[in-house]
């Protein structure tokens, strides 16, 4: 897919500090890159910030693949909504996704290492582990165990890997509840 990064003229300061600050102003963009360890990032796309308290991201996006994406639990489609949460402390995302006339499909939830905001990019490290919960809470699927696995990161980081193992259990529990104890 062809990165499709944000256009952020006057991105030079954030809520009057210099440049380097950890703020976001609300409803500025910024180019979230989703990538793996040492590899290019597997996809960029431009997302509205909805808040950034310094610890907890949320910015909005659609759904940033040309094509819809049948990946047999759900259909992901061009005008899907996804409400992304990011944390600077936590290991992992939560991804809202939402069709376009607002009806909850799911949530999908990449286990990450913290998040970084480095000028006008939201910076996230996928550790390949993720979450699927359906809408109604019926389904929950823990996805690419495989590919964390033959990612050696147990191997090159121990402590990370048991990290993101810590989170993904976190998550699950956290889906009872459709996760709005984090997300609020």
């Not at 006008?120 to 823990?142: A, C, H, K, M, N």
């Not at 165990?145 to 989170?167: K, P, V």
Request: net charge negative.
């Amino acid at each position: 897919m062809t990165p499709q990064p944000c256009h952020n003229p006057g991105m030079g300061t954030a809520n009057g500090r210099a440049a380097s600050s950890p703020l976001v102003d609300d409803h500025s963009t910024l180019t979230v890159t989703l990538f793996h360890d040492g590899e290019p990032p597997y996809l960029e796309y431009c997302a509205e910030v909805l808040l950034d308290d310094g610890h907890h991201i949320v910015v909005r996006a659609k759904w940033a693949e040309v094509t819809a994406r049948d990946v047999g639990y759900v259909l992901f489609e061009r005008d899907d909504v996804w409400t992304e949460h990011y944390w600077r402390d936590r290991w992992y995302a939560i991804k809202e996704v939402r069709d376009a006339d607002g009806r909850l499909k799911g949530w999908y939830c990449d286990v990450a290492r913290p998040a970084l905001v480095i000028g006008d990019r939201l910076l996230s490290e996928d550790l390949f582990l993720d979450l699927w919960v359906s809408g109604d809470r019926v389904t929950v699927l823990g996805l690419d165990e495989d590919e964390f696995a033959a990612s050696g990161l147990a191997e090159r980081d121990g402590d990370a890997a048991h990290a993101a193992r810590r989170a993904l259990d976190e998550l699950e529990s956290l889906a009872a509840d459709g996760f709005a104890a984090v997300t609020g």
